[in-house]
């Protein structure tokens, strides 16, 4: 597997690992749409800090002349950005409307 595929990969498994963990610490607390608004919570923490550190390690990569491993961490940071971010921002309103989340 190359460079790229897997930080790509480890990324999104961090991506979907903080989400499901929002999930299941919101389903222990009560409340019929709990588990959505862990979700929701845990993006919108998880993401920024996951985002930030994928541009640090970019830089510091870019800054030691390892470019292979500076772009596989820009398309990491841009995927996460896309998934968990901007796009990312319409998951978490699917995520809170999945519970029944109503956005009148």
Known sequence: MNLLSRIAGINFLI??????????????????DSAYGGMFI????GV?????????????????QETERGKA?????????LI??????????MALNLGGGNFH
Do not use: D, E, H, K
Not at 15 to 32: C, R, V
Not at 48 to 64: S, T
């Open 15 to 32: 991506l979907i690992g903080y989400a499901l963990l929002g999930a299941a610490i919101g389903s222990t607390q009560p409340g019929q």
């Open 42 to 45: 845990a993006m919108l923490i």
């Open 73 to 81: 961490f820009l398309l990491s940071l841009l995927l996460v950005l």
């Open 48 to 64: 920024p800090i996951q985002c930030l550190v994928n541009l640090v390690v970019m830089i510091v990569a870019f800054a030691r």
């Open 84 to 93: 968990g971010g901007g796009g990312g921002f319409f998951s978490c309103l």
